[in-house]
């Protein structure tokens, strides 16, 4: 027997009602933010978290990231120095993740952190995350809503396709208009890029990587993958692959018939489950330029292609 899917709710003031009672009693709700759909809990509830991993069947070594209302609650939570706080107030709300240190009595479980003295926070722009923010009144855990290292869900029907009964309710808002996770950043280095780029926040030159252990989410090898063999960097498909384009390169789909980067982006994720649902045995990938936004979806492919 199939395992029942989990209740659905348009987003609206009953959803988020709903929602709030339950993150209030310790449980988890799947809900949009402009990057992808988040498995939302209360980051102070140690119980609450652990069914966050338990339900994504998460490595614990693997932090996640604390969702906040705004600068003021997030400097209740980390340490800020003057660059950090200048980032946040240019790019927050918005698609920016902040790795900063924890600050004493903050209150976040250690689960969240994975132990380690830092913790990633951001403050979402999306409306449904917000409300629900306002609502509970708590920093809210958020990863991808989603089995772990699976595909990032865009919309409300790829977290009922990939959690099934392991999330009680889904607050429906449509597809997520970034497409794709959150920038990272630890003091001047991107550790995830995503739709803020390395010359948007730092456009004197940002550091380069020295991240070596697990500091933030996305840092894994293997990550964002779909169940079937993925090729990248091709024009032309097998007899059995189902090709995902972009610009010149028609393909089964398309990531973006323009060549658009910002909608490539957007389109990814949810090209990746149609490919993956598909009866093709395997999925081929045209090339993306590595410019600008091209560098946070190579970093996806890269990811999800990884073997």
């Given amino acids: 027997m199939a395992d029942p899917a989990p209740r659905v709710l348009p987003f ?25 759909y988040g498995l939302a809990a ?3 509830d140690a119980d609450a978290v652990a069914r966050i991993y338990a339900a994504k069947g998460r490595p614990s070594f693997n ?65 449904a995350m917000q ?6 009144g708590r920093p809210l855990a958020a990863p991808s809503a989603n089995r772990s290292n699976g595909l990032s869900p865009t919309r409300a ?30 003091g001047r280095e991107v550790l995830r890029p995503g739709p803020l780029t390395a010359a948007m926040l730092f456009p004197e030159g940002a550091a380069a990587s020295t991240a070596g252990a697990i500091v ?29 384009g972009f ?13 658009d980067l910002t909608e490539a982006a957007a ?11 598909g009866e093709r045995p395997r999925i081929a990938v045209a090339p993306v330029p590595r410019s600008g936004l091209g560098e946070a979806i190579n970093d996806r492919l890269a990811r999800a292609a990884y073997r």
């Fill in 131 to 136: 409300a629900l923010l306002a609502a509970t």
């Fill in 216 to 244: 933030a989410p996305g840092q894994l090898a293997s990550h964002y993958a779909p169940a079937k063999p993925l090729r990248l960097e091709t024009t032309h498909a097998a007899a059995d692959e189902w090709l995902i």
């Fill in 267 to 277: 389109r990814l994720f949810d090209a990746l489950h149609r490919a993956d649902a």
């Fill in 12 to 36: 609206g003031p009953r959803a988020i009602e709903i929602a709030a009672d339950l993150i209030r009693r310790g449980g988890i709700v799947a809900v949009p933010t402009e990057t992808v």
């Fill in 42 to 44: 209360d980051a102070g």
């Fill in 157 to 186: 029907g790829h977290v009922v396709a990939s959690l099934a009964d392991a999330v009680p309710l889904v607050i429906d808002d449509g597809a997520c208009a970034a497409g794709i996770e959150s920038t990272i950043v630890r």
């Fill in 63 to 127: 932090p996640l990231i604390v969702h906040v209302a705004d600068l003021a609650a997030a400097e209740a939570l980390a340490v800020f120095d003057d660059e950090a706080r200048a980032l946040a107030m240019r790019f927050w709300p918005g698609p920016l993740t902040l790795v900063l240190p924890l600050r004493a009595g903050a209150g976040i479980a250690s689960l969240v952190t994975a132990g380690l003295g830092t913790v990633a926070i951001r403050v979402p722009a999306h409306r």
């Fill in 247 to 259: 610009g010149a390169v028609a393909g089964d789909d398309t990531l973006s018939a323009g060549g």
